[in-house]
């Protein structure tokens, strides 16, 4: 796993809704772009916005790759360049630059994002250049002083860096194989669907939270929607209506199948959350 430090100011907003980091090959100084071309999966980048500070991590989902406007398969954001799908964790309070820039310039990385020009230290106004672990974790303990209650954040970069503790047999851990496979799914309407989602506001109906506000906003699509009887529990169709479902958050709708064949109310699931008595509740032995 390596680390980078990628400058995103004009680019943040459409590569941060994408899930890239995207560069173009059109222009000069095309080294800092190219570099995008090198990230691995499982790499971990640091983003940066001028004048905002570090304000965001995400982690590779794919290796980096070259591309053109001429390939069918993938069209990067800026025609020709460099480019790799990557998961975002957005701050919502950034690490000011003064909080890290000295130390970082210290460990005197090759190709780093930090220089000195005029006896003061900035940013190298490159796309995509090389951190290193101490670098990161200047940045991890910075952040624990901006906001100590964005400690999931470095839990989740922590997590991340950590490699396997034993290697996988490689004939059970082999996946991807094509099979030819054929099962039957029940139909859904579309229609109905996108009502009950729009008059859900986007609040889930167990937990109660506002998934509209979560996550910039794209927290509601983790919501769904949950047939209060079961498709599965009758081999006929039947006629829908808006009060026959319920607008859940992909969680809440694990534990409302935790038993596959009998799906448990809304009522009891959010009585599960809330600890409350409810004799409605089925005990772990029933399921």
């Known amino acids: 796993m390596r680390v980078w430090w990628c400058n995103q100011s004009r680019t943040w907003t459409e590569e941060f809704e994408k899930g890239v980091v995207s560069s173009s090959s059109e222009g000069t100084r095309l080294k800092y772009r190219r570099m995008v071309g090198e990230a691995k999966i499982g790499d971990i980048v640091v983003h940066y916005r001028s004048g905002r ?61 930090i220089i000195k020009a005029n006896r003061e230290l900035r940013v190298r106004q490159d796309y995509f250049m090389r951190l290193s672990d101490a670098a990161l974790d200047i940045i991890l303990k910075a952040l624990n002083r901006v906001d100590s209650a964005k400690r999931g954040s470095i839990l989740a970069v922590e997590t991340a860096r950590q490699p ?6 490689l004939a059970s851990a082999m996946e991807g194989l094509v099979t030819e496979a054929k099962y039957l799914s029940r139909s859904r309407n579309r229609k109905i669907r996108d009502q009950v989602l729009q008059e859900s506001k986007g609040i889930c109906a167990v937990c109660d939270i506002d998934f509209s506000k979560e996550f910039g906003g794209k927290g509601i699509r983790a919501l769904q929607v949950h047939h209060k009887l079961q498709l599965a529990a009758s081999d006929e169709p039947r006629n829908t209506e808006p009060g026959d479902l319920a ?13 596959p064949k009998k799906a448990m109310s809304i009522l009891e699931v959010r009585a599960m959350r809330t600890g409350e008595a409810m004799n409605t509740v089925r005990r772990p032995s029933d399921r």
């Open 164 to 169: 396997p503790k034993t290697l996988p047999d």
């Open 247 to 259: 607008v859940v958050c992909a969680s809440c709708h694990c534990i409302v199948h935790l038993n």
């Open 53 to 113: 500070g570090v304000v965001a991590f995400s982690q590779a989902k794919e290796n980096g790759i070259s591309y053109s406007r001429v390939e069918k398969k993938r069209i990067g954001l800026y025609g020709d360049g460099w480019e790799f799908k990557t998961a975002y964790l957005p701050l919502e309070h950034p690490v000011p630059l003064s909080k890290i820039a000295q130390p970082i310039f210290d460990l005197q990385i090759v190709d780093g994002p």
